[in-house]
């Protein structure tokens, strides 16, 4: 009918076109829900809404009514509309309307659902929180059984929010009143929801979190204004500008939607040149293969994936058979990595389960250990950066893994324990690294792992033997913090390192007549000396005996 109506700014051609668009906008209301909604919204932006707002409104609002157990999905709906088209603000207005109308016919099961739209609209940020407090006061200023029943329901739905926005306003509202004693069981119930941080009540689902906030309008709405529900909006009215209008529309669908929808729209349409048409398809998508994402949202979101999966874990086998199950792609390893490191260092106390989770990815895959290594040198590395508790819960991470032998030990060669290679953050790292370490092993056991001839090359740094004052520092240092055990073959290469100086120069003496009879001078003049030396002891005895024969005669004499 409508292809064989010549002029298209007649009244029966804008007749048939309104229908059609009342009847795409109901159907694609009708069906929307949490898991098509992404793929209904670019559908219904291909609608003229600004033509057909009164349509999308009351359709909203009638499925609403119809099945309120969907009515955070049409409070996402018009979430998305309100940031492109403002002026759906007009059906918070009709909900303001219907709530008041129902509030005073005593309508229930209406005003609930009304009640219920406002609350997600609120936790859409589409409505003011002011509009819910309002509401709240009105509810409980005179109590009743259903009053106290509707604001209970209501807080239950938007009171997540509220906390966040307003708690000040929330706790109030929730402690004026006088209740009796047949409804307090609903408030004992709103109390304990809300104890537990409405738990089980989140103010927006993730899948129907679409809108970021700063591109969100809120319109500010009192219950007490004098509200025009723009009922006109509905009826069919001929528009003398229609195609001009019909014409702008277009270009603001491009501009929202880009070309997509006009190459879909050709070819639906059925045109002569298929070729043509594959061509345009074929470059259109080289050309999406060709944009890139910089703002590294996918980045993001699998960050807060893992952060999700490692927090709502009971243990660690859980854990880590959920995050093997992450589809990750080549070189996003080292991120979940570095999200355990970061969970385990903002606990208040070291948790054992970061230890067992990382000791378990490490164990089945040998690329986790590559990357846990590579964390154990950027985390020394920035380590004054931490803080003392984080300092201590990366220690002990790293110390658990080190004593189930699920990152090899030659990590440690990156630690150089000198005075001027180390800082007081990273001494209090070893510190707790090695007291950890000896807690587990026992130090006979740790001492054997660190006198193993085939891993002293990775030790030289811990225990340095290229200058004397670096080995006394790493044995003073152990012996402070309590483990001078380890440090045995320390104290005896720094004892023994006079002799290995004097033996290279004895060697390196070359063996002539002039150095045989020095050598014998020498040796004549020791032996010498030494007789010397002798006799001198010989002469200080006697003298000695002398002393006491003369010392014992005086006294002979004077008991005489």
Known sequence: MMKEIEDKSSVEYQRLTWDALRKSINGLVNKVNATNIKNIIPELLGENLIRGRGLFCRSCMKSQMASPGFTDVFAALVAVV??????IGDLLKRIILQLKRAY??????????AVKFIAHLVNQQVAHELVALELLTIMLE?????????????VKE???ILQDLCPKGLHGILHEGEIDKRVQFLIEGLLAVRKAKFQGHPAVRPELDLVEPEDQLTHE????DEVDPEVGLDIFKQDPNFLENEKRYEELKKSILGDELEDGD????????DEDDEEEDEDSEEQRMQIKDETETNLINLRRTIYLTIMSSVDFEEAGHKLLKIKLEPGQEMELCIMLLECCSQERTYLRYYGLLGQRLCMINKLYQENFDKCFVQQYSMIHRLETNKLRNVAKFFAHLLVTDALPWHVLAYIRLTEEDTTSSSRIFIKILFQELSEHLGIRLLNERLNDPSMQDSFDSIFPKDNPRNTRFAIN?????GLGGITENLREYLKNMPRMIMQPKSEDEPDSSSSGSGSSESESSSSSSSSSDKSSKDNDRRRKRKKADSGSDRHRKRRK
């Open 82 to 87: 309100n940031t492109k088209f403002p002026e």
């Open 477 to 481: 240092f152990f012996t402070s913090i």
């Open 158 to 160: 938007c009171g997540c």
């Open 266 to 273: 050709g070819s639906d349409a059925g045109s002569d040149d």
């Open 104 to 113: 005073k016919r005593n309508d229930k099961p209406q005003l609930i659902a």
């Open 142 to 154: 005179q109590p009743t059984d259903d009053s106290v029943e509707v604001a209970v329901d209501f």
């Open 221 to 224: 709405v009192s219950l007490e």
